[in-house]
C-alpha cells in the first residue's frame, strides 16, 4: 500500500541575511602563534549556539541554515514565526544570558551573532527606545550583560502598557528583571474536539534541510546570492588595479525567498510502516556508489524523504534503514539522524540538555593538555575554529574524562575522534556527547587504558598479517627496510582515521564502521578497520614498492588524498574474501604471533564448498597418513627445500596450510618472500580435535 498523490504544491517563505564583518587587522596570535580566528567565523559559531537554543524553544524564529560563503561574509537563512511575540523571545534570550536589542523578533539571533555590532562595525550597534543606547552605540567593548537585558525590559514597557511603569525607569539598574513581569493570564476558547489533519509527508521534514536541498536546484547558495544581488563576482586578482579599502567594512543585507516544490516532486511513493520491516532488493555496491555521487536535485530531494521518514519512525523501520545503508552512504543532511538511530541514542533527538557541565573535577594537567589539543583539531572547519565549537568540544571531553575516572583515560588524539560528533551535533550538545561516549564503548572500549600496548600491539599485528595475506610483495618490502606499522598507522587506530583524513571524508568511512556494529557479530567492526587500512596501503602500493624507509616516513607524516569511497568498496571486498571475516575480536588475539591470518575450519568449509582453496598439509607422511582432509596435498615442510614450483599453480586460490603452527608460519614466510598472496593457516588442529572429525566426518580421511 502507498501513499501518493498530493495535488498541489508546497512552499514556504524564508528570508536571506548577509552579514560582512570586519576583517582580523593581524592574521597570527602574540600569544599562541596560532592563527587568530576570522570574526566570520566567530560569527558562525554563535549562530550555531542559537540552534540549540531555537530547537528547545520552538516559538522563536527559524535559523534554517549557516554558510560561511567568504573569509568575512556569513549567509543565514531563517523563517518567520507566526507566533513569535516580543516577551516570550526576552523571556527566552534572558534565560540564556542574551539580549534582544532590537526591534525585530524575526532577527532575534541578529545582535548576539554578530556581538552586538562589534563584529561588524568595531563598536556596539543596537536598537530600541531605551535613552542609554545612543551612549552604548558609542563603546568599543561589550557592556556587561544585564546592562543589554535592561534595555530589553525598557522596550517591553514602552510596548506593553500594563507592565510596571518602572520597565521605563531611566536608570537601568532600577527596572525590574524578566522573571518579576508578568503579562497575566490570556483566557483562550477551549476546544473539545479537533479533527484530525492529514499532512503531506514534507511538511513532517525540518524546513532547514529542505532549504539546503532547495538550494541545490538554485544552483548553489552563491548563484541565488549572485542573482539576487546580495553578492558580486570579484574579478581574478591580476586585474585588480587597485588595493581595495577594507576600512569601515560593515554590511547587512536582506532578500525574501519562497522555497517551492512543484507536483511531481510531492508525487512520490513512500512505504507505510508495517512494510518497512519487509527484505529489501540490494543492488551492486559499484553500482551504488556512482548513483551516490550523483548530487542533481531530484537525487539529494529523493533522499531525504526518504531517510527523515524512516529516522522518524525508528526503531520501528530498524530494518528498512540497515538495508538502504547497505547498498549506499548516508545523505549529509541526514547523517546526524541516522548516526543517533545507528548508535541507539536516538531517544535524545529531543533532549533539552544546554550543554553545561561541570567540569570543576577536572584535573589541572588534563585542563591544560586540552587547552593545547582543542585549538589545533580541524580548524579548517567552521565549527571547530569558533569559540563556541571549541568550548563544546573541551566540554564533552572533559565530562567524558570525568565519568570515566579510574577505568579510561584521555590520550592525544581523543580531540579528533570527538570532533564529528560536536560538528553534526552542535545544536544538541546532549546527544553529541551520547554518541561520543556510544562510540568509544562499541569500537575502541578498550583502547584509551593507561596502558593500552596490548589493544594496539593486536591492530598492529592484524595489519601485518592482512598486508601479507592480499598484498605480500609490498609487506614484504615493508619488512625488508624495517618500516613497520608502529611507525604509521597507531594514530589511525587510535582515532579511527580521524586524525589523518578531513572530517567529509571521516563521516563517509564512520558510516560503514557504525552499520558494522549492527551486524549479528557487531565485534568484527571492531576488526574493520584494519581492512580500510590494507585497503589505504594497496592503493599506493606502487609507489611504496619503490620508497626506502626515510621515503616511508616522509610519506606517513603526510598522508595522500585517498578517494575514501574507493577505499571503502575496496576494504569491503576485502573483508568478505578474508578468512577473518566470521571471527570474533578476542579470537584474533590467537594469531598475534603468526605473519599471516588464521581461518576457522567453519569457514574453510565454505571456501571448499566453492572450490576456491587450495590446502597443504606440512605434517610427516606417517601422521598425514593417519587422518587428513580429502582433497589436501601432502607436502611435508623441509627448511632447505623449496616448495615454490608446487603452490605457483595454484596462485589466485585460498592457500590453507595445515599442521603445527609453528611449521605453517615459517612455509608461510617463504611464500611471502615469493609474494603468493591469499596465505592461511587452519587454526585448529586436525589430529586433536575430536569434535571436528565427528561434526565434519565426511571431510576426513582415515587410514
Known sequence: MKLRNFPQTYEFEADLTLIKTISVKNKISF???????????????RLEYLR???????????????????????????????????????????????????????????????????????????????????????????????????????????????LPEACTNSDPTKRPSIEELSLGDKLETTKFFDLPKFTKPIESIEKGKLFDVWVSKEGGLWSLLLKLGLVQNIPGIMSISEKPSSAGCMLIKHAKITCEFAEEQLDSEFPLIMDWDLPQKKSSPEKKLQFHRRQDYTHKFKELMLFSHICAAYPITKGKLLNELRETFAPASLRPEIWACLLGVFDLKTSNHTGIFDVSKLSEELDRQLNVDIPRCHQYNNTLASPNGQLLLKNILSRWIIENTGKLTYWQGQDSLCAPFVVLFIDNP??????????????????????????????????????????????AHLDEIGFDPKLYAIPWFLTMFSHVFSLDKIFILWDRLL????????????????????????FVSQELLNFDFNQCLLWSSDTPDFDVYQIMLKSEKMFEEAPLSVGHWEEFTLSQNQIVPYITFNRLQVEISTSNC?????????????????????????????????????????????????VCGKLAKQLISIAIPRVCILYEDIETSRNLQEQFRSMFSFQ
Open 31 to 45: 600569544k599562541t602563534g596560532l592563527p587568530l580566528t576570522p570574526n566570520s567565523v566567530i560569527v558562525y559559531g
Open 52 to 162: 540549540s537554543i531555537q530547537r528547545i524553544h520552538k516559538n522563536l524564529s527559524q535559523i534554517l541554515s549557516i554558510k560561511r560563503i567568504e573569509e568575512n561574509k556569513v549567509c543565514i537563512a531563517s523563517r518567520s514565526q507566526e507566533n513569535s511575540k516580543l516577551f516570550e523571545v526576552i523571556k527566552v534570550l534572558h534565560a540564556n544570558d542574551l539580549a534582544l536589542c532590537s526591534d525585530s523578533t524575526d532577527k532575534w539571533f541578529l545582535n548576539y551573532a554578530r556581538k552586538y555590532g562589534l563584529l561588524t562595525h568595531g563598536h556596539l550597534d543596537i536598537s530600541g527606545p531605551a535613552p542609554e543606547i545612543l551612549f552604548y552605540n558609542t563603546l568599543t567593548s561589550l557592556p556587561p550583560i544585564e546592562a543589554l537585558k535592561a534595555v530589553d525590559i525598557y522596550h517591553l514597557g514602552s510596548v506593553y502598557k500594563n
Open 430 to 475: 546532549e546527544l553529541a556527547y551520547k554518541g561520543f561516549s556510544k562510540f568509544i564503548e562499541r569500537l575502541l572500549p578498550d583502547m584509551f587504558q593507561a596502558s593500552n600496548k596490548n589493544v594496539i600491539d593486536r591492530y598492529l599485528n592484524l595489519l601485518q598479517q592482512l598486508l601479507n595475506f592480499f598484498d605480500p610483495k609490498l609487506g
Open 515 to 538: 552499520l558494522k556494529t549492527t551486524n549479528d557479530v557487531p565485534e568484527v567492526a571492531r576488526i574493520f578497520p584494519v581492512y580500510i587500512a590494507v585497503a589505504m596501503l594497496s
Open 614 to 662: 587450495c590446502i597443504f598439509d606440512t605434517r610427516e607422511t606417517v601422521r598425514y597418513n593417519a587422518i587428513s582432509l580429502r582433497k589436501s596435498h601432502r607436502l611435508p615442510y623441509d627448511d632447505e627445500v623449496d616448495f615454490s614450483a608446487s603452490i605457483f599453480p595454484h596462485v589466485g586460490k585460498l592457500i590453507v596450510l595445515v599442521g603445527d603452527h609453528l
